[in-house]
Protein backbone atom coordinates (compact mmCIF):
# COMPACT_ATOMS: atom_id res chain seq x y z
CA UNK A 1 0.00 0.00 0.00
CA UNK A 2 0.98 3.30 -0.89
CA UNK A 3 2.05 5.87 1.57
CA UNK A 4 -0.97 8.09 1.04
CA UNK A 5 -3.32 5.19 1.60
CA UNK A 6 -4.72 5.35 5.30
CA UNK A 7 -5.90 1.63 6.86
CA UNK A 8 -7.35 1.62 10.88
CA UNK A 9 -8.54 -1.67 12.18
CA UNK A 10 -10.78 -2.61 15.15
CA UNK A 11 -10.79 -5.48 16.40
CA UNK A 12 -14.33 -7.01 17.22
CA UNK A 13 -13.23 -10.48 18.11
CA UNK A 14 -12.79 -13.79 16.89
CA UNK A 15 -12.54 -13.15 13.16
CA UNK A 16 -14.02 -9.88 13.24
CA UNK A 17 -12.35 -6.35 12.02
CA UNK A 18 -13.49 -3.17 11.50
CA UNK A 19 -11.16 -2.00 8.68
CA UNK A 20 -11.59 1.75 7.31
CA UNK A 21 -9.52 2.15 3.59
CA UNK A 22 -9.51 5.74 3.34
CA UNK A 23 -13.06 6.73 3.67
CA UNK A 24 -14.15 3.27 3.03
CA UNK A 25 -15.65 1.40 5.91
CA UNK A 26 -15.26 -2.61 5.50
CA UNK A 27 -16.27 -5.13 8.22
CA UNK A 28 -14.92 -8.99 8.52
CA UNK A 29 -16.24 -12.17 9.04
CA UNK A 30 -19.28 -10.70 11.08
CA UNK A 31 -19.62 -11.93 14.85
CA UNK A 32 -21.77 -10.47 17.27
CA UNK A 33 -23.48 -12.85 19.46
CA UNK A 34 -22.78 -12.88 23.17
CA UNK A 35 -20.41 -14.68 25.33
CA UNK A 36 -21.85 -18.41 26.10
CA UNK A 37 -23.86 -18.67 22.79
CA UNK A 38 -24.08 -21.97 21.86
CA UNK A 39 -24.64 -24.08 18.42
CA UNK A 40 -24.39 -27.19 17.17
CA UNK A 41 -20.57 -27.93 17.25
CA UNK A 42 -19.50 -24.13 18.50
CA UNK A 43 -19.60 -22.61 21.88
CA UNK A 44 -18.41 -18.69 21.91
CA UNK A 45 -17.00 -17.51 24.74
CA UNK A 46 -16.34 -14.15 24.34
CA UNK A 47 -18.71 -11.69 23.61
CA UNK A 48 -17.87 -9.01 20.80
CA UNK A 49 -16.19 -5.57 21.79
CA UNK A 50 -18.56 -3.38 19.80
CA UNK A 51 -22.08 -3.95 19.53
CA UNK A 52 -23.81 -3.59 15.16
CA UNK A 53 -25.59 -0.24 16.45
CA UNK A 54 -22.04 1.11 17.23
CA UNK A 55 -20.02 0.51 13.82
CA UNK A 56 -21.57 3.10 11.95
CA UNK A 57 -22.51 2.98 7.97
CA UNK A 58 -20.96 -0.13 6.32
CA UNK A 59 -19.80 0.05 2.69
CA UNK A 60 -18.54 -4.06 2.44
CA UNK A 61 -18.19 -7.22 4.11
CA UNK A 62 -15.79 -9.62 3.27
CA UNK A 63 -16.89 -12.82 4.36
CA UNK A 64 -15.12 -15.81 4.34
CA UNK A 65 -17.60 -18.48 4.34
CA UNK A 66 -21.03 -18.50 5.54
CA UNK A 67 -21.30 -21.96 6.82
CA UNK A 68 -20.25 -21.63 10.41
CA UNK A 69 -21.04 -19.76 13.50
CA UNK A 70 -17.66 -18.59 14.16
CA UNK A 71 -17.41 -16.58 11.06
CA UNK A 72 -20.90 -15.31 10.88
CA UNK A 73 -23.41 -15.88 14.00
CA UNK A 74 -26.94 -14.92 14.46
CA UNK A 75 -26.43 -11.23 15.07
CA UNK A 76 -23.72 -10.66 12.41
CA UNK A 77 -25.85 -12.64 9.80
CA UNK A 78 -28.64 -9.85 10.65
CA UNK A 79 -26.54 -7.37 10.20
CA UNK A 80 -25.50 -8.24 6.46
CA UNK A 81 -28.34 -6.30 5.19
CA UNK A 82 -27.13 -2.99 6.21
CA UNK A 83 -23.90 -3.06 4.08
CA UNK A 84 -23.80 -1.49 0.53
CA UNK A 85 -22.34 -5.33 -0.77
CA UNK A 86 -21.10 -8.89 0.97
CA UNK A 87 -18.48 -10.33 -0.63
CA UNK A 88 -18.18 -13.76 -0.54
CA UNK A 89 -17.92 -17.40 -2.29
CA UNK A 90 -19.83 -18.13 -5.31
CA UNK A 91 -22.15 -20.44 -3.16
CA UNK A 92 -22.27 -17.89 -0.18
CA UNK A 93 -23.69 -15.73 -2.28
CA UNK A 94 -26.56 -18.12 -3.95
CA UNK A 95 -27.57 -18.81 -0.33
CA UNK A 96 -26.82 -15.53 0.94
CA UNK A 97 -28.89 -13.79 -2.00
CA UNK A 98 -29.97 -9.96 -2.00
CA UNK A 99 -26.89 -8.01 -1.54
CA UNK A 100 -24.18 -10.37 -1.99
CA UNK A 101 -21.67 -11.05 -4.66
CA UNK A 102 -19.72 -14.33 -5.04
CA UNK A 103 -15.59 -14.34 -6.20
CA UNK A 104 -13.68 -17.33 -6.90
CA UNK A 105 -10.26 -17.01 -6.59
CA UNK A 106 -8.49 -14.66 -8.77
CA UNK A 107 -11.78 -12.65 -9.43
CA UNK A 108 -11.77 -9.00 -8.47
CA UNK A 109 -15.26 -6.48 -7.53
CA UNK A 110 -15.06 -3.01 -6.87
CA UNK A 111 -15.37 -1.97 -2.96
CA UNK A 112 -16.11 1.53 -3.76
CA UNK A 113 -14.01 4.89 -4.44
CA UNK A 114 -11.83 7.07 -1.51
CA UNK A 115 -10.52 10.53 -2.67
CA UNK A 116 -10.80 9.60 -5.95
CA UNK A 117 -9.18 6.31 -6.16
CA UNK A 118 -10.85 2.77 -7.02
CA UNK A 119 -10.02 0.03 -3.97
CA UNK A 120 -10.69 -3.23 -5.34
CA UNK A 121 -11.13 -6.72 -3.26
CA UNK A 122 -10.00 -10.07 -5.16
CA UNK A 123 -10.71 -13.30 -4.50
CA UNK A 124 -7.57 -15.72 -3.06
CA UNK A 125 -7.72 -20.03 -2.54
CA UNK A 126 -8.59 -21.03 0.95
CA UNK A 127 -9.28 -24.57 2.06
CA UNK A 128 -11.13 -25.10 5.59
CA UNK A 129 -8.87 -28.30 6.29
CA UNK A 130 -6.85 -30.93 5.00
CA UNK A 131 -6.74 -32.19 0.62
CA UNK A 132 -10.68 -33.16 -0.14
CA UNK A 133 -12.76 -31.61 2.85
CA UNK A 134 -14.20 -29.40 0.75
CA UNK A 135 -17.04 -31.49 0.48
CA UNK A 136 -17.71 -31.41 4.64
CA UNK A 137 -16.38 -27.82 5.30
CA UNK A 138 -17.67 -25.73 2.42
CA UNK A 139 -16.13 -23.26 0.06
CA UNK A 140 -14.01 -20.36 1.81
CA UNK A 141 -12.28 -17.60 0.25
CA UNK A 142 -9.71 -15.05 1.21
CA UNK A 143 -8.91 -11.62 -0.21
CA UNK A 144 -6.83 -9.05 -0.59
CA UNK A 145 -7.90 -5.44 -0.83
CA UNK A 146 -5.94 -3.15 -3.38
CA UNK A 147 -6.05 0.55 -4.93
CA UNK A 148 -6.19 0.02 -8.85
CA UNK A 149 -3.12 2.45 -9.69
CA UNK A 150 -0.73 0.29 -6.51
CA UNK A 151 0.63 -3.00 -6.47
CA UNK A 152 0.61 -3.70 -3.16
CA UNK A 153 -2.54 -5.07 -0.82
CA UNK A 154 -3.76 -5.71 2.27
CA UNK A 155 -4.29 -9.90 3.17
CA UNK A 156 -7.32 -11.59 4.31
CA UNK A 157 -6.37 -15.14 4.82
CA UNK A 158 -9.88 -16.15 5.76
CA UNK A 159 -10.18 -19.12 7.13
CA UNK A 160 -7.58 -21.37 5.66
CA UNK A 161 -4.65 -23.75 6.41
CA UNK A 162 -1.48 -22.84 4.66
CA UNK A 163 -1.14 -24.62 1.34
CA UNK A 164 0.07 -24.00 -1.74
CA UNK A 165 -3.34 -21.72 -2.61
CA UNK A 166 -1.87 -19.34 0.02
CA UNK A 167 1.11 -19.47 -1.37
CA UNK A 168 0.08 -18.55 -4.61
CA UNK A 169 -1.25 -15.05 -3.17
CA UNK A 170 2.56 -14.31 -2.48
CA UNK A 171 3.21 -15.28 -6.25
CA UNK A 172 0.79 -12.54 -7.45
CA UNK A 173 0.55 -9.92 -4.99
CA UNK A 174 2.74 -7.77 -3.07
CA UNK A 175 1.35 -8.36 0.19
CA UNK A 176 2.40 -4.92 3.02
CA UNK A 177 -0.66 -6.56 5.82
CA UNK A 178 -1.27 -9.92 6.13
CA UNK A 179 -4.49 -10.44 8.35
CA UNK A 180 -4.10 -14.42 9.08
CA UNK A 181 -6.81 -16.67 10.75
CA UNK A 182 -4.76 -18.70 13.38
CA UNK A 183 -5.89 -20.36 16.20
CA UNK A 184 -5.55 -24.53 15.18
CA UNK A 185 -8.80 -24.35 15.18
CA UNK A 186 -10.35 -28.43 16.07
CA UNK A 187 -13.76 -29.49 15.84
CA UNK A 188 -14.82 -33.37 17.48
CA UNK A 189 -16.84 -34.42 14.46
CA UNK A 190 -13.07 -33.89 12.05
CA UNK A 191 -11.00 -35.84 14.68
CA UNK A 192 -6.95 -34.45 14.69
CA UNK A 193 -8.09 -32.63 11.00
CA UNK A 194 -6.73 -28.91 11.69
CA UNK A 195 -9.30 -26.17 9.96
CA UNK A 196 -7.28 -23.12 9.90
CA UNK A 197 -3.51 -22.04 10.93
CA UNK A 198 -1.55 -22.61 13.72
CA UNK A 199 1.22 -20.54 14.61
CA UNK A 200 3.71 -22.70 12.92
CA UNK A 201 1.60 -21.96 9.66
CA UNK A 202 1.27 -18.48 10.48
CA UNK A 203 4.89 -18.02 10.10
CA UNK A 204 5.26 -20.17 7.08
CA UNK A 205 2.46 -17.75 5.76
CA UNK A 206 4.38 -14.60 6.80
CA UNK A 207 7.85 -15.68 5.20
CA UNK A 208 6.42 -16.09 2.35
CA UNK A 209 4.11 -13.21 2.00
CA UNK A 210 6.43 -11.01 3.80
CA UNK A 211 4.04 -8.54 4.79
CA UNK A 212 5.27 -5.37 6.88
CA UNK A 213 3.26 -6.31 9.33
CA UNK A 214 1.25 -9.62 10.32
CA UNK A 215 -2.44 -9.08 12.05
CA UNK A 216 -3.52 -12.80 14.33
CA UNK A 217 -6.99 -12.75 14.40
CA UNK A 218 -9.46 -15.43 15.14
CA UNK A 219 -7.17 -16.82 17.60
CA UNK A 220 -9.45 -16.37 20.58
CA UNK A 221 -13.41 -16.50 22.28
CA UNK A 222 -14.25 -19.88 21.07
CA UNK A 223 -13.66 -23.43 22.69
CA UNK A 224 -12.57 -24.90 19.15
CA UNK A 225 -9.27 -22.27 19.28
CA UNK A 226 -6.39 -25.04 20.97
CA UNK A 227 -3.33 -22.49 20.37
CA UNK A 228 -3.65 -19.51 23.02
CA UNK A 229 -2.51 -16.27 22.18
CA UNK A 230 1.06 -16.78 24.63
CA UNK A 231 1.90 -19.99 22.39
CA UNK A 232 1.75 -17.80 19.06
CA UNK A 233 3.69 -14.90 20.63
CA UNK A 234 6.11 -17.52 21.23
CA UNK A 235 5.88 -19.44 17.80
CA UNK A 236 6.58 -15.99 16.46
CA UNK A 237 9.37 -14.46 18.60
CA UNK A 238 11.48 -18.16 17.29
CA UNK A 239 11.00 -17.24 14.27
CA UNK A 240 12.14 -13.84 14.38
CA UNK A 241 8.78 -12.08 13.46
CA UNK A 242 7.39 -10.48 17.06
CA UNK A 243 8.49 -7.00 15.91
CA UNK A 244 6.19 -7.45 12.80
CA UNK A 245 3.41 -8.76 14.81
CA UNK A 246 0.19 -6.81 15.82
CA UNK A 247 -1.68 -7.90 18.21
CA UNK A 248 -4.98 -5.87 18.03
CA UNK A 249 -6.63 -4.19 21.63
CA UNK A 250 -9.97 -5.14 21.23
CA UNK A 251 -11.92 -2.38 20.28
CA UNK A 252 -9.40 -0.03 20.18
CA UNK A 253 -9.14 1.65 16.26
CA UNK A 254 -5.47 1.36 15.43
CA UNK A 255 -3.65 2.82 12.14
CA UNK A 256 -1.57 0.47 10.17
CA UNK A 257 1.22 2.35 8.75
CA UNK A 258 3.96 1.11 5.99
CA UNK A 259 6.51 0.75 7.91
CA UNK A 260 4.99 -1.93 10.07
CA UNK A 261 4.51 0.76 13.06
CA UNK A 262 1.03 1.38 14.40
CA UNK A 263 -0.82 4.01 16.52
CA UNK A 264 -3.92 3.83 18.55
CA UNK A 265 -6.79 6.06 17.19
CA UNK A 266 -9.80 7.53 18.39
CA UNK A 267 -13.09 5.74 18.47
CA UNK A 268 -14.53 4.97 15.13
CA UNK A 269 -18.02 6.17 14.37
Not at 88 to 94: D, E, K, V
Not at 118 to 137: D, F, K, N, S
Not at 196 to 218: D, Q, S
Request: charged share 20%.
Amino acid sequence: MADQLSVRATYIGGPTLLLEVGQLRILTDPTFDPGGTTYRLLQKLIGPALRPEELGPIDAVLLSHDQHADNLDGEGRGLLPRAKRVITTASGAGRLGGNAVGLAPWQSVDVGRSEGRRLTATGTPARHGPPGCEPVMGDVVGFVLAWEDDPRGLYVSGDTVWYEGVAEVAERFSIDVAILHLGDAHVEVRGPDRLTMNAEEGVTAARALRPRTIVPVHYEGWAHFKEPKAHAQAVFSAASLASRVLWLEPGVPTSLSVTGETRAGSPGR
